[in-house]
């Protein structure tokens, strides 16, 4: 019988290019317009907010993009990771699927994150500038540009949403150790968190509104650039090394995906995941079914609309296409806080259109279960956010007990969760509510939208 667990690649098999699934769609994505004209942005009008490298690649229509030496030395320290068989998850269930899950959660911030700010904060140096601003939901994306931040020289100031600032305090020590600055948002160091604050002094916070904090104070200082820990093209495209190793990886294995599943906030680690296998489905060289699992208290693909909104609540991005719940909507403060955004990738939104993937709704105590299940079985304490990979990823293997089917199921663990205990202790002292959301405050946040584009 084979033992197998572990699917490794040494580091000359690592990825020397990212690949950019934009030529070999259908039909291009709608482009990003300026609020004020209606019309496409051009590079000038993100220069206040993104080197020149980022924006390129932002509209890119190359099939492959190199990555740069410098940050091929960083990746090296996590990179390639391993993919994982999942067989005591397998034999706890009873199941004859083969799961496997790509296990981001070993680089040194503990999720896929670094993937993106390596690169991000490499273009940022390299084109001179020394500072850099961003948000973070669950204080991930944040630690993440704090490690990229130091290695390549830049100060960082972040602005955590207030929900996980509270819920998660070692993450804002580990920012600190790596030297960021780090301020609960909605703050009062801004004009866009201190008109939430005087409307609502008890926010929670949303990732919209550290956006606009991020992006105000970027914006209003020309040696200071923005970043962003997903959502935009250039961020799932530095995230497809994850994809591009699991092919490999799933070849040594001697598999094909039938499945593949991933948790969505604003897109980034499944698309990742998924861009290379997509790749491989359009050529028709194979046909997974490929799913989005969000949180049902935040569910921008399954009860969103596909329209031109904000990426922030203030309303200072470019208008991007995409499924949105309102650049107002606050989600209630579920501990995945990485899946808190009102929208989603315009990219993935689009590939949604096209019919190329679909997409589930989790509500949170499901995925608690899933999660712990998995380190009960696996060892890892998964992130909150990946549970939501994981309980499709249950749901489907228990699917094919029933029917008795071999299929082949694909996920990323794209984050650890030991900086996530209490969501886990809160859980299991049955303090974790699923918090619904009602159709009246849906619409309300969908009244909103801004009007007559697109
Ligand atoms: C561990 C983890 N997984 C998933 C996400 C969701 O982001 P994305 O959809 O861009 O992967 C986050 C975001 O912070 C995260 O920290």
């Known amino acids: 019988m084979d033992r197998q667990v572990k699917y490794t690649l040494p580091e000359s098999e690592m990825p020397a290019q990212w690949y950019n699934i934009v030529p070999d769609l259908p039909a291009p994505p709608p482009p990003p317009l300026h ?218 294995a001697g598999d094909t995906p039938d499945v593949i599943v991933g948790c969505t906030g604003g897109g980034s680690n499944f698309g990742g995941l998924v861009f290379p296998f997509l790749r491989e489905k359009l050529a028709g060289r194979m046909n997974p079914v490929i799913r989005a699992v969000e949180p049902a208290a935040c569910p921008s693909f399954t009860r969103g609309v596909y329209a031109y909104d904000f990426g922030d609540t203030a309303g200072l991005t470019p208008l991007m296409k995409m499924h949105t719940l309102g650049h107002g909507f606050v989600p209630d403060p579920i501990h995945a806080g990485g899946l808190r955004y009102h929208g989603m990738s315009p990219l993935l939104s689009h590939i949604y259109e096209l019919g190329l993937i679909e997409a589930v709704a989790k509500p949170q105590s499901e995925c608690f279960a899933a999660g712990l299940r998995f380190a009960r079985t696996e060892g890892i304490v998964p992130a909150p956010e990946p549970t939501h990979a994981i309980a499709a990823c249950i749901e489907e293997a228990l699917r094919c007990k029933e029917t008795g089917e071999e299929k082949v199921i694909l996920t990323a663990l794209c984050g650890h969760g030991l900086l996530d205990l209490p969501a886990y202790a809160g859980y299991q002292a049955g303090r974790v509510a699923d918090l619904d959301l009602s159709d009246e405050a849906l619409s309300g946040a969908l009244a909103g939208l801004p009007g007559n584009v697109g």
Not at 46 to 55: E, R
Not at 203 to 212: E, N, V
């Open 35 to 252: 609020p004020g004209t209606g019309q496409p942005v051009g590079p000038d009008d993100l220069a206040p907010l993104f080197p020149a490298a980022l924006i390129a690649q932002e509209v890119s229509a190359e099939r492959h993009i190199a990555i740069p030496d410098d940050v091929l030395d960083v990746y090296r320290l996590w990179r390639p990771t391993p993919l994982f068989r999942a067989r005591r998850l397998e034999r706890d269930l009873g199941t004859p699927a083969h799961i496997y899950y790509k296990y981001e959660g070993g680089s040194p911030a503990g999720s896929h994150k670094p993937n993106t700010a390596v690169p991000q904060a490499y273009y940022n140096a390299a084109e001179g500038i020394r500072r850099l601003t961003t948000e973070t939901g669950a204080g991930q994306w944040g630690s993440a540009l704090a490690f990229a931040s130091s290695v390549f020289g830049l100060d960082l100031e972040v602005w955590m949403v207030r929900a996980s600032h509270d819920q998660k305090p070692y993450r804002k020590m580990l920012m600190e150790t790596y030297g960021a600055t780090v301020h609960a948002s909605p703050s009062p160091e801004t004009a866009a968190g201190r008109a939430i604050l005087a409307e609502t002094p008890d926010s929670t916070g949303s990732l919209g509104i550290a956006i606009s904090e991020a992006v105000e104070r970027a914006a209003s200082d020309p040696d200071v650039r923005y970043s962003l820990g997903s959502v935009l093209n250039h961020v799932l495209l530095h995230q497809t090394v994850i994809g591009e190793e699991a092919i490999k990886q799933l070849v040594q």
